[in-house]
């Protein structure tokens, strides 16, 4: 018998106005037995009128049993002065 729940979820926006895009990606898992949930999530932004675009993932673990948990989290933007890439 599994005790264990998972959802996935994506949403997607696009405005060809102003050449921009976003995508959000989700997904929890959640497992009873072991105590143990995780929840991963990530965030793209492009706009080609100003030639930048970011990415910003998350990622939480967390452990009952054992009383751990972990979070992870990660942060990308590039922008262009002149065709010249600069990241930050």
């Given at each position: 018998m599994s005790q264990t729940c998972s959802y996935t979820?994506?949403?997607?926006?696009?405005?060809?106005?102003?050449?921009?895009?976003?995508?959000?990606?989700?997904?929890?898992?959640?497992?009873a037995m072991s105590q143990t949930w995780?929840?991963?999530s990530s965030h793209n932004v492009d706009d080609v009128m100003s030639q930048t675009w970011s990415y910003t993932s998350t990622h939480i673990n967390a452990d009952a049993m054992s009383q751990t948990w972990s979070y992870t989290s990660a942060r990308i933007t590039q922008m262009s002065w002149h065709g010249y890439p600069i990241y930050s």
């Amino acid at each position: 018998m599994s005790q264990t729940c998972s959802y996935t979820g994506s949403h997607v926006e696009v405005d060809a106005m102003f050449g921009t895009s976003s995508y959000t990606n989700s997904h929890l898992n959640a497992d009873a037995m072991s105590q143990t949930w995780s929840y991963t999530s990530s965030h793209n932004v492009d706009d080609v009128m100003s030639q930048t675009w970011s990415y910003t993932s998350t990622h939480i673990n967390a452990d009952a049993m054992s009383q751990t948990w972990s979070y992870t989290s990660a942060r990308i933007t590039q922008m262009s002065w002149h065709g010249y890439p600069i990241y930050s």
